[in-house]
């Protein structure tokens, strides 16, 4: 069983930083594919960032670009999520999430473990 759980969220102003951690515990996801989602009030969730088994390898939703940052320490077993830039439209809770093989997807479905979730809100 994996455990995931993201911290660093809070109440930003626009224009402001965060840093999102994922810890995972259970098994040591060194070979899995990690990804970010988010949901925002009423809206579905949808993609945000998704970093391959080595982290050699990132794909950003083309509206963060250049604002946030996926990564991951595989020593640490754990994944972030560096948002710089944030806009009123990025409040959501931003959920953590792991696949069971190397390689991402921007597609929910494809995402075994996920996490609690965290809220993000950014004030104008």
């Known amino acids: 069983q994996v455990l995931l759980v993201e911290s660093g969220g809070g109440l930003v102003q626009d224009g402001g930083s965060l840093r999102l951690s994922c810890a995972a515990s259970g098994r040591t996801l060194t070979r899995n594919a990690m990804a970010w989602f988010r949901q925002a009030p009423g809206k579905e969730r949808e993609f945000v960032a998704a970093?391959?088994?080595?982290?050699?390898?990132?794909y950003y939703k083309d509206s963060v670009k250049g604002r946030f940052t996926i990564s991951r320490d595989n020593a640490k077993n754990t994944v972030y999520l560096q948002m710089i830039g944030l806009k009123p439209e990025d409040t959501a809770v931003y959920y953590c999430?792991?696949?069971?093989?190397?390689?991402?997807?921007?597609?929910?479905?494809?995402?075994?473990?996920w996490g609690q979730g965290t809220q993000v809100t950014v004030s104008s």
């Open positions: 970093i391959n088994w080595s982290g050699g390898s990132q």
């Open positions: 999430a792991a696949r069971s093989v190397e390689f991402y997807s921007d597609e929910e479905r494809w995402y075994d473990y």
